[in-house]
């Protein structure tokens, strides 16, 4: 197993890992697993009881790490991801109240890298925890050194390391000027570099796999790219709603050759644009208004095609497919729902519904072939999950429930 090149520097993954948001590669792909047939109901193996949040886990080394609330604590957890023993716990104040009172926990999901596991609470403390005792080893708080506002709720930022930094979207400022996008130092916690003036959104950033030294992100202004070793905006492009009642929450999706793909809702919708890494330019490919607008769901990248749920929560989505090249709707599926997030194994996605059911058909382009539906877990969620070792870390606003997928 070669060392990951697109994040968790330092650090060399094996068979099954998913370390941080969206997996590996931060594609919401699962990487050297079994293939899986998706015929079958999934197996229950092991379920713990959580606080609120909706912070999806993370799984290194056979332990997975999870961050919940208890009452007026973020706490963060190891357990052994066979059984979900308890490893280690940390506990770390807070006073973080959701400006609309929907969830008070946290909603970043944790990074694993060089031995450490990243969180970034909602209210905008980044920690550092030794990754086999939990031990506190480094803290920062972005709203002390940084003026970090809350937002609508609160910050969701999911921290990606490259190159010894810790990169996150924070829209702050100090005396220095505008900290939107922020690198912290792996090793100490120091703020490395600051850029833009771009206040916070509810993405997170990627890589971009054909270019290793710099990084998108999704701002509430729009499209962003910034260079790794000193923060240098490289591209931007404004794309985002009229009304200021809105988020942008989806990660940025790499579809191969340099291409990203950005959707959002309130009327946003998806657009695709080229990244040229000789001369460092951002170049706009095709924008549709009506094709896919994802709420919170980062879509899925397979074949020259995305996968997501287009619409938001509040009214419902539709599961749809798009070709990336011209940007068209190949199908959409009969049923809609609520909201739910995605993963690939393979070449079957599964998807994880607000109501809790566990949905696994075929990534073909050519028609919506369901090939399972169960029941998985009940309480609502916005979580992303994690895949190792053919087992689905679920979690929803009650518990976290692990399945066997065959």
């Not at 809702?265 to 009506?290: M, P």
């Not at 895949?387 to 997928?405: C, I, P, T």
């Amino acid at each position: 197993m070669r060392p990951l090149l697109l994040l968790c520097a330092c650090t060399t993954l094996h068979a099954g890992d998913w370390p941080q948001f969206l997996g590996p590669q931060r594609t919401c792909t699962a990487t050297d697993e079994a293939p899986i047939a998706g015929t079958t109901e999934p197996e229950p193996v092991w379920r713990r009881m959580l606080g609120s949040g909706h912070a999806g886990p993370v799984v290194f080394k056979d332990r997975v790490i999870i961050t919940h609330r208890q009452g007026g604590e973020i706490i963060t957890e190891a357990l052994a991801a066979a059984d979900g023993k308890p490893v280690w716990k940390h506990a770390c104040p807070t006073t973080y109240r959701d400006s609309f009172g929907f969830d008070n926990g946290p909603r970043a999901v944790p990074c694993i890298a060089s031995g450490k596991v990243i969180t970034h609470g909602p209210e905008g403390r980044v920690e550092a925890l030794d990754f086999e005792t939990g031990a506190l080893l480094w803290s920062y708080d972005t709203v002390a050194e940084l003026e970090s506002p809350q937002g609508y709720f609160g910050r969701a930022c999911s921290p990606m390391v490259v190159d010894g930094k810790v990169l996150l979207n924070v829209g702050g400022k100090n005396a220095q000027g505008g900290a939107g996008i922020i690198a912290l130092d792996l090793s100490t916690g120091k703020l490395l570099w600051q850029a833009t003036d771009d206040e916070a959104s509810y993405s997170s950033p990627v890589q971009i796999p054909d270019d290793k030294n710099v990084s998108a992100f999704f701002t509430r202004r729009g499209v962003l790219v910034t260079q790794n070793s000193d923060g240098k905006v490289l591209a931007d492009d404004f794309f985002r709603a009229k009304i200021d009642a809105s988020v942008n929450a989806a990660t940025p999706v790499p579809c191969g050759e340099g291409r990203l793909l950005f959707t959002a809702a309130y009327d946003v919708g998806v657009g695709l644009w080229q990244w040229n890494k000789a001369e460092h330019k951002l170049t706009s490919v095709w924008k549709k208004a009506d094709a896919l607008d994802c709420h919170y769901t980062t879509p899925v990248y397979h074949a020259g095609h995305v996968y997501g749920l287009h619409g938001r929560q509040e009214t419902g989505m539709a599961l749809r497919c798009l070709d990336v090249a011209t940007g068209k709707v190949t199908w959409e599926a009969p049923d809609h729902l609520q909201g739910g997030t995605l993963i690939l194994v393979g070449d079957k996605l599964l998807l994880h519904s607000e109501a809790g059911e566990l949905w696994i058909f075929s990534a073909d382009p050519k028609k919506f072939n369901l090939l399972q539906r169960s029941q998985i877990t009940r309480a609502g969620h916005r979580s992303h999950d994690a895949y190792s070792n053919g087992l689905l870390f679920a979690r929803d606003a009650e518990k976290m429930v692990v399945v066997k997928v065959k």
